[in-house]
């Protein structure tokens, strides 16, 4: 099966500041990665799928870029509503794993 | 609009099996996967399983093979998923999410199912 290792596993940030989150495969995926947003008691939401393309309705402060095994979640001039966890997942071998989240909370 | 329904929470014995549905409307059920993920609490999120709700198909994660079955009813455009073989480390919410065929990502999720596993 493919790993899926995130970094940082938390991290702590203000509004306003520009955070990035790190999801490195085990093996080459290409670009079969999507990332999500999730929130306490919440099913997750879709940010970008295909690795860096934004899904419809999602705020362009959220940008997602890479391919191979290095892929990067870069949020933006930080809102209130972006403190949740966020997860990588990959979609290139079954079994279609994610990363172990990362919880994204207010300095 | 799209929507991904699912059945209420559930309690279940140690041993027991569940039967979770999804029910889905706004969209043509035949011509997207149907995925199963689960999340024990305070945990992160763990995949389980597709359906090709056209063919019938199946992919299982090899953790659940064997307990686990996935179905559907294309006349009322509902997935299930039937988990056999309840141990407390079962309790989780369960999520069905759907999947578009050649786009990586779950763009539509159902509001998850508690399933509890106590005796």
């Known amino acids: 099966a493919i790993q899926l290792t995130q970094s940082p596993s938390s991290l702590s940030a203000s509004v306003g500041d520009r955070i990035t989150i790190s999801c490195r495969a085990s093996?080459?995926?290409?670009?079969?990665l999507a990332w999500y947003q999730q929130k306490p008691g919440k099913a997750p939401i879709l940010l970008i799928y295909?690795?860096?393309n934004l899904e419809r309705g999602v705020p362009s402060r959220f940008s997602g870029s890479g391919s191979g095994t290095d892929f990067t979640l870069t949020i933006t001039s930080l809102q209130p509503e972006d403190f949740a966890s966020y997860y990588c997942?990959?979609?290139?071998?079954?079994?279609?794993?994610f990363g172990q989240g990362t919880k994204l909370d207010i300095k | 609009q799209v929507q991904l329904v699912q059945s209420g929470a559930e309690v279940k014995r140690p041993g027991a099996s569940v039967k979770v549905s999804c029910k889905t409307s706004?969209?043509?059920?035949?011509?997207?996967?149907i995925h199963w993920v689960r999340q024990a609490p305070g945990q992160g999120l763990e995949w389980m399983g597709r359906?090709?709700?056209?063919?019938?198909?199946?992919t299982t994660a090899q953790k659940f093979q064997g307990r686990v079955t996935l179905t559907r009813d294309t006349s009322i455009g509902t997935a299930y998923l039937e988990l056999s073989g309840l141990t407390s480390d079962d309790t989780a919410t369960y999520y069905c999410?759907?999947?578009?065929?050649?786009?990586?990502?779950?763009?539509?999720w159902g509001q998850g199912t508690l399933v509890t596993v106590s005796s």
């Open positions: 999410a759907r999947r578009e065929t050649y786009s990586f990502g779950y763009d539509y």
């Open positions: 706004g969209f043509t059920f035949t011509a997207y996967y």
């Open positions: 359906l090709s709700p056209k063919s019938g198909g199946t």
């Open positions: 093996q080459d995926i290409g670009s079969a």
């Open positions: 295909d690795a860096s």
């Open positions: 997942q990959q979609f290139n071998t079954y079994p279609y794993d």
